[in-house]
């Protein structure tokens, strides 16, 4: 390289460690529930290896995206209760992974933002690690707003880039200031139930605040009938309950001053959560979801590729020099680049030179299992709308008990002190281990007649959806807890 070219080089360099700052200072005040991701079910029953090398090389290799497809996995809609919004919202939908003769099925509720094929990947390595199990994953009744149509057309980017999608506009949308948890929980009833028939097992868990709802549904009183009876195990990957998020070091916003004022913003037509705005891809409530869907699409299809998203983005977000396809997804969802622990895996890095630089895969999460999820296009990775009153609830559950105002707020937390089924616990380095804390601490108060506890400090936040079965401690501990295998400690 001459003199000239290395100086060009240093100037590259220094311009990419100063949006590594930029990026940390823009998004350090993201909520610790900020996740792309969605959660993870499971519970004790009887019943790739990475490598330096592109992008195109990890998506393609043997046992990249898991274990593959080796049956149907239809994405069917479950009918639910009115709840005031469009024609045709009146319905979730469930992945399903899996034999439909399996004893057992496994249901994963998403955390927040977080859609079905958060789970599709962990779901098969799971199939194949505990016969006789099914997974479903949950997609909540808002994911029916999103407009995903564009992506079957032939230029996604223009489709949404340029605005020729559908919105939901806030001020036309008074019923999302009621899809609240209790809506939340009597339609994940409804899937519930459905999962449980003919006497099969239902298993109920779930990542971030995904497991907070899982956790809420075991101790919800349904006229009379407590949650915990409809299933045979719960499961917390990374979230939870009774200071589960302490470590993150962010309070939990619960007072009744900061309720009400929550409340008033709410009934003012703030119906919709914005945090994801904070990444500075968009100020819409769906912006930052489209873009992280359009980077999924181009890395799946054209790896190597120039990126197409590349000369769009924000002045903000701008690397200092050309990347692929899969270089640009590698930006937005690795750790090395600033961005928090609760949006992040460890995937690798980009290549140290090129003329447009490519990605190598070096960590534990091969960017091509996070292009073959995120790219979708139904279902998706994350939901578009998340419900402003949904997270005041799940706030206010975080004491997991009958306040007064938990009632004021018609959460039914009756029964948590008798949960008596199985629970399985998941921590990383995301809260600094007050995942485990908090899962034993619910142990303790209640008739959970034994439970298993594991961590590794190695993954961040969702590393555990999308890591190569090889090196993903979730999907060995947890079959074999579904197995029947659970190591108390």
Request: aromatic share 8%; proline share 7%.
């Amino acid at each position: 390289m001459t003199p000239g070219a290395r100086a060009v080089e240093r100037e590259r360099e220094a311009g990419l460690d100063q949006l590594f700052l930029e990026v940390r200072e823009m998004t350090s005040r993201l909520p610790r529930r900020t996740v792309l991701g969605g959660m993870i079910g499971g519970a004790a029953l009887a019943a790739a290896g990475t490598g330096a090398g592109s992008a195109v090389a990890a998506g393609r290799a043997p046992g990249a995206t898991g274990q593959g497809a080796v049956g149907p996995e239809p994405y069917v809609p479950v009918a639910v209760g009115a709840g005031g919004g469009p024609a045709g919202t009146d319905r979730v939908h469930v992945l399903k992974v899996g034999p439909d003769t399996a004893a057992t099925v496994l249901l994963l509720v998403p955390g927040m933002f977080g859609a079905a094929n958060d789970f599709r990947l962990l779901a098969r390595d799971l199939v194949a690690a505990a016969p006789g199990l099914q997974v479903w994953a949950l997609d909540r009744r808002e994911e029916n707003l999103s407009d995903r149509s564009g992506f079957a057309g032939p230029d996604p980017l223009a489709h949404y880039l340029d605005g020729h999608y559908r919105t939901q506009d806030p001020a036309a949308s008074p019923f999302a200031a009621h899809w609240g948890l209790p809506l939340t929980l009597t339609d994940l009833r409804a899937v519930v139930r459905s999962a449980g028939r003919g006497g099969r097992r239902v298993v109920l868990g779930g990542h971030s605040w995904g497991a907070t709802t899982a956790m809420a549904y075991a101790a919800w009183d349904f006229d009379g009938c407590p949650g915990y009876r409809d299933l045979a195990g719960l499961v917390v990957v990374d979230g939870g309950v009774l200071g589960a998020f302490d470590g993150t070091g962010e309070p939990v916003l619960d007072s009744p001053e900061q309720i009400r004022e929550r409340l008033a913003a709410i009934d003012a037509g703030a119906v919709f959560d914005l945090t994801l705005s904070g990444v500075g891809l968009g100020s819409r409530a769906e912006s930052t979801q489209i873009w992280y869907q359009l980077a999924g699409h181009y890395a799946l299809h054209d790896p190597d590729g120039p990126s197409l998203l590349q000369p769009r983005l924000p002045d903000a977000l701008r690397l200092p020099y050309p990347v692929t396809n899969a270089g640009l997804l590698g930006f937005f969802v690795d750790a090395g680049f600033g961005w928090p622990n609760s949006i992040t895996v460890h995937s690798g890095h980009l290549a140290d030179s090129g003329d447009v630089r490519g990605w190598v895969d070096d960590g534990i999460t091969p960017l091509g299992r996070v292009a073959a999820a995120y790219a979708g296009p139904v279902p998706a990775v994350w939901e578009w709308y998340w419900p402003a009153r949904l997270s005041v609830d799940l706030d206010v559950t975080d004491a997991y008990t009958d306040s007064p105002l938990a009632r004021s707020l018609g959460l039914r937390l009756h029964h948590a002190d008798r949960l008596d089924v199985p629970l399985y616990a998941f921590g990383t380095s995301y809260a600094n281990g007050t995942i485990e804390a908090a899962a034993r601490t619910v142990v303790a108060n209640s008739r959970i007649p034994y439970a298993a506890y594991e961590t590794d400090t190695g993954m961040n936040h969702l590393d555990p959806l999308f890591a190569a079965p090889a090196h993903n401690t979730l999907t060995r501990t947890l079959a074999e807890f579904l197995k029947g295998r659970p190591g108390t400690r």
